[in-house]
């Protein structure tokens, strides 16, 4: 949720994300597939596991990637209205005591 406070250029490191997921993915699957034929089942199964990580986090980065603007505030989106705290009530009770 943007406050308006950020920075104008501030930006989503989201693209990078994925090329970092992608890259997880080549090592993460060679690594399956080399383990498996090495004869190291436990290795190749918690590759398999990182696989199945790596797979949702990069479902999730293009998730938010096709969101587009509205996840990812460009300069030309204005920021949004901060969160006002309602005024107390006469005669209500006070805060912190």
Do not use: K, N
């Amino acid at each position: 949720m943007r406050t308006g406070s950020e920075p104008v250029t501030a930006r989503s490191a989201l693209r990078m994300r994925f090329w970092l997921t992608v890259w997880g993915l080549l090592w993460t699957s060679a690594g399956t597939v080399a383990f498996a034929l090495s004869d190291h089942p436990g290795w190749a199964a918690l590759c398999g596991a990182l696989l199945l990580i790596v797979l949702v986090d990069m479902a999730v980065v293009l998730h938010h990637i096709h969101q587009g603007p509205h996840y990812q505030p460009g300069p030309d989106i204005p920021p949004y209205e901060p969160v006002r705290s309602r005024p107390r009530p006469p005669g209500g009770p006070r805060p912190g005591g």
